[in-house]
Nanobody, 120 residues
Framework: VQLQASGGGLVRPGGSLTLSCAAS????????MGWYRQAPGKQRELVAS???????NYVDSVKGRFTISRDNAKNTVWLQMNSLKPEDTAIYYC???????????????WGQGTEVTVSS
């Protein structure tokens, strides 16, 4: 199983970016998918998550600015980021809980990270 993240880049404050992450491989089912970020010198934090039932959760600092969504059939998750601030600068990682067969428990899988820089 692999998670491939893309969409990072350099954007000015107030701008927008959309991150995407596609899971591929021998996937039986996927429960929670999410985005984490890690800024220089800080711990990794959960930014947003979404269940297969499309229940979402956001860290307070991004509420009203970021939107997480997913396509269950394509095992893909997106993070639409609007009104970006310099403090959103970080490496963003996607993650998912995936089972590879009916009898296997769900495990955590991580993407490779995509860098987001918000600067004028």
């Amino acid at each position: 199983v692999q998670l491939q993240a893309s969409g990072g880049g350099l954007v000015r404050p107030g701008g927008s970016l959309t991150l995407s992450c596609a899971a591929s491989g021998s996937i039986y089912s996927t429960t929670v998918m999410g985005w984490y970020r890690q800024a220089p010198g800080k711990q990794r934090e959960l930014v947003a998550s979404i269940t297969a039932a499309i229940t979402t959760n956001y860290v307070d600092s991004v509420k009203g600015r970021f939107t997480i969504s997913r396509d269950n059939a394509k095992n893909t998750v997106w993070l639409q980021m609007n009104s970006l601030k310099p403090e959103d600068t970080a490496i963003y990682y996607c993650a998912a809980k995936i089972s590879t067969s009916r009898t296997e428990p769900h495990q955590d899988y991580w993407g490779q990270g995509t860098e987001v820089t918000v600067s004028s």
